[in-house]
T-cell receptor, first 109, second 117 residues
Framework: EDQVTQSPEALRLQEGESSSLNCSYT??????LFWYRQDPGKGPEFLFT???AGEEKEKERLKATLTKKESFLHITAPKPEDSATYLC??????????FGKGTRLHILP | GAVVSQHPSRVICKSGTSVKIECRSL??????MFWYRQFPKKSLMLMAT?????????EQGVEKDKFLINHASLTLSTLTVTSAHPEDSSFYIC?????????????FGAGTRLSVL
């Protein structure tokens, strides 16, 4: 069964304390893995798409990496404005999109 | 099991016809639902935010007369693609937002593949 699991469910960090969010997946024919940021009451904001193992993408304090089984979203020296829920989603070969439940990140000033 | 049901999963229609896509929240009430569109090799693009009992909020560049959204109940939102044309062919996905104490959880449908001939 196709599945996406994100961990941890919630994470509290001090400002400047770097960490990583995990997205583990099992899917038939991965077409793409997406990371989103979501603020309360709003739709997800697209961050990255990764297509193949070994691929990495960066944006400001965020860096996403991909292996054949999981993706990591690394956040370096986070700031309070980075507080949000981070969603991971994978698209399978049949176009079906499977989302993880997200990691709620809270950065303390 | 699925908590958001989206129907149909695939639809093929002729140019000029209208197509309705349903998004239902199962076992919970969703005051807010979101509609997305995905182009090949691209990520999801938010089209509109659907609020129960009020007008939908459309993202910039999305034609509200083209993509009609109705959120008539707390468990159902519909997206109608009116007078569909081949350029409307895409993958549409909905999501339902539920707010619990200290949590804001969003559940997504499996998507609808629309092909306009």
């Amino acid at each position: 069964e196709d599945q996406v699991t994100q961990s941890p469910e919630a994470l509290r960090l001090q400002e400047g304390e770097s960490s990583s969010l995990n997205c583990s997946y099992t899917v038939s024919g991965l077409r793409g893995l997406f990371w989103y940021r979501q603020d309360p009451g709003k739709g997800p904001e697209f961050l990255f798409t990764l297509y193949s193992a070994g691929e990495e993408k960066e944006k400001e304090r965020l860096k996403a990496t991909l292996t054949k089984k999981e993706s990591f979203l690394h956040i370096t020296a986070p700031k309070p404005e980075d507080s949000a829920t981070y969603l991971c989603a994978v698209q399978a070969g049949d176009d079906k999109i499977i989302f993880g439940k997200g990691t709620r990140l809270h950065i303390l000033p | 099991g699925a908590v958001v049901s989206q129907h149909p999963s695939r639809v093929i229609c002729k140019s000029g016809t209208s197509v309705k896509i349903e998004c239902r929240s199962l076992d919970f009430q969703a005051t807010t639902m979101f509609w997305y569109r995905q182009f090949p090799k691209k990520s999801l693009m938010l089209m509109a935010t659907s609020n129960e009992g009020s007008k939908a909020t459309y993202e910039q560049g999305v034609e509200k007369d083209k993509f009609l959204i109705n959120h008539a109940s707390l468990t159902l939102s519909t997206l109608t693609v009116t007078s569909a044309h081949p350029e409307d062919s895409s993958f549409y996905i909905c999501s339902a937002n539920v707010q619990l104490i200290a949590k804001n959880i969003q559940y997504f449908g499996a998507g609808t593949r629309l092909s306009v001939l």
